[in-house]
């Protein structure tokens, strides 16, 4: 089983800000990564660190922490934003790396 | 610009040992910055870490995989690869390779890990 645990799935209205939250025990130790999955496609690292995006991701994403809850935030969401969402980081050991299990993100 | 492309059989049979290999290109998979991973994905479900691996041979691996993995890299060729034994239908998934990249502090200690660039996935079915 995971180490973080992610809501299966989440719906917003074209336009509007949606926050997908990321949580586990090593968050408060590990910063979050983020990655958008496409049907068909290789997952595709949206964020990262304490809020950094790769070249060509739109600034509507964005990271956050708290406690051990990560969240990535999409601000003003687009059709295009509709995939599924997941979290990684290390686990409790520090030697392991752990995904979420995945949020699925409908834009309405 | 880096690019990764995993190849492979496409379909083991069960009890056999499945091979994929990763070919880098654009970048030295001997810079010693980074770790090369191998990750997969069931049909239907979410990402699995199978392990990691260093240029120097250094790697970490999943234990729910039960020591079933072996990875290498040839760096002669730009490769790493990847070999799991005893493959069930359990294992039948899109296997990805990726780049991983990790921040420390000042200290030593590790406070991010991310898979920057991932190759497009191969499909790898187990069935006789």
């Known amino acids: 089983s995971s180490e973080l645990t992610q809501d299966p799935a989440v719906s917003v209205a074209l336009g509007q800000t949606v926050r997908i939250t990321c949580q586990g025990d090593?968050?408060?130790?590990?910063?979050a990564s983020w990655y958008q999955q496409k049907p068909g496609q290789a997952p595709v690292l949206v964020v990262y660190?304490?809020?950094n995006r790769p070249s060509g991701i739109s600034d509507r994403f964005s990271g956050s922490t708290s406690g051990n809850t990560a969240s990535l935030t999409i601000t003003g969401a687009q059709a295009e934003d509709e995939a599924d969402y997941y979290c990684?980081?290390?686990?409790?050991?520090?030697?392991?790396?752990?995904f979420g299990g995945g949020t699925k993100v409908t834009v309405l | 610009q880096l690019q990764l492309q995993e190849s492979g059989p496409g379909l083991v049979k069960p009890s056999e040992t499945l091979s994929l290999t990763c070919t880098v290109s654009?970048?030295?998979?001997?810079?010693?910055?980074?770790?090369w991973a191998w990750i997969r994905q069931p049909p239907g479900k979410g990402l699995e870490w199978i392990g990691s691996?260093?240029?120097?041979?250094?790697?970490s691996d999943n234990p729910s995989l039960k020591s079933r993995v072996i990875m290498s890299v040839d760096t002669s060729k730009n490769q790493f690869s990847l070999k799991m034994s005893s493959v069930t239908a359990a294992d039948t998934a899109v296997y990805y390779c990726?780049?991983?990249?990790?921040?420390?502090?000042?200290?030593?200690?590790?406070?991010?890990?991310?898979?920057?660039?991932w190759g497009q996935g191969t499909l790898l079915t187990v069935s006789s």
């Open positions: 990726a780049r991983e990249q990790e921040d420390f502090y000042g200290s030593g200690t590790s406070y991010n890990l991310y898979f920057d660039y």
């Open positions: 654009g970048d030295s998979i001997s810079r010693s910055l980074y770790y």
């Open positions: 691996i260093h240029y120097t041979g250094r790697t």
């Open positions: 090593t968050l408060g130790s590990y910063y």
């Open positions: 660190g304490k809020n």
């Open positions: 990684n980081s290390r686990d409790s050991s520090g030697d392991l790396v752990v």
